[in-house]
């Protein structure tokens, strides 16, 4: 087999996107980094050049895809054009329409991924509070709201909505939409 020598950064992303295609299809404990190097047709020690381990791996496989599925949302977010509730509008219409699309849906929805998929969610929260608050704050500057604690309600709002995002027993509309209320009410001005 000729070698072909690629640019780091390609290489890089070459594995992360082989593992997270293997952990949908075997499960990330039943995914060797063995089978990762397998599937792409080169050397298992050419993994471990970049990566320590599979639990290295997939941690920066997730921070990637944070930032991924975070993306469309920072615009609407920091949309100052816009008030606070028509963002949160804004921000569950593209819930619904992500939903299906999301790229690594497949492992994050695959069963036995639960404890991945609470891990994701937990990390999407952490990287969206600081801009959330922002927001918030901002609103509280322009008189638009008051809170007591924008940052303290931004992390509220956010991971307030992990529990009822992640029930598979009710449609996901109906959940959308039960989230929008309890928004409502929280951001709701004290009389």
């Known amino acids: 087999m000729a070698r072909i020598s690629k640019p780091p950064e390609v ?14 299809e075997k499960g990330y404990e039943d995914t060797s980094m063995a089978d990762i190097a397998r599937r792409m047709g080169v050397v298992q020690g050419l993994c471990y050049r970049y990566f320590d381990s599979k639990r290295v791996l997939f941690q920066e496989a997730m921070e990637q895809y944070v930032k991924e599925c975070c993306a ?8 100052r054009s816009r008030t606070i509730r028509q963002r949160l509008d804004d921000m569950a219409e593209l819930v619904l329409r992500m939903e299906d699309t999301a790229r690594h849906r497949a492992f994050y929805h ?10 994701l969610n937990l990390r999407i929260c952490e990287y969206l509070v600081p801009h959330v608050a922002e927001e918030l704050s901002d609103a509280c500057a322009r008189g638009e709201l008051r809170l007591e604690h924008p940052e303290l309600t931004a992390s509220y709002l956010l991971h307030g909505q992990i529990g009822l995002l992640g029930e598979s027993g009710t449609p996901l509309e109906t959940r959308v939409a039960l989230l929008r209320r309890c928004a409502d009410r929280i951001l709701e001005p004290e009389n």
């Open 110 to 119: 695959r069963p036995g991924s639960q404890s991945f998929h609470t891990e």
């Open 72 to 79: 469309a949302g920072l615009p609407i977010i920091h949309d």
């Open 11 to 24: 290489r890089r992303q070459e594995i992360l996107d082989t593992a997270m295609e293997l952990f949908a």
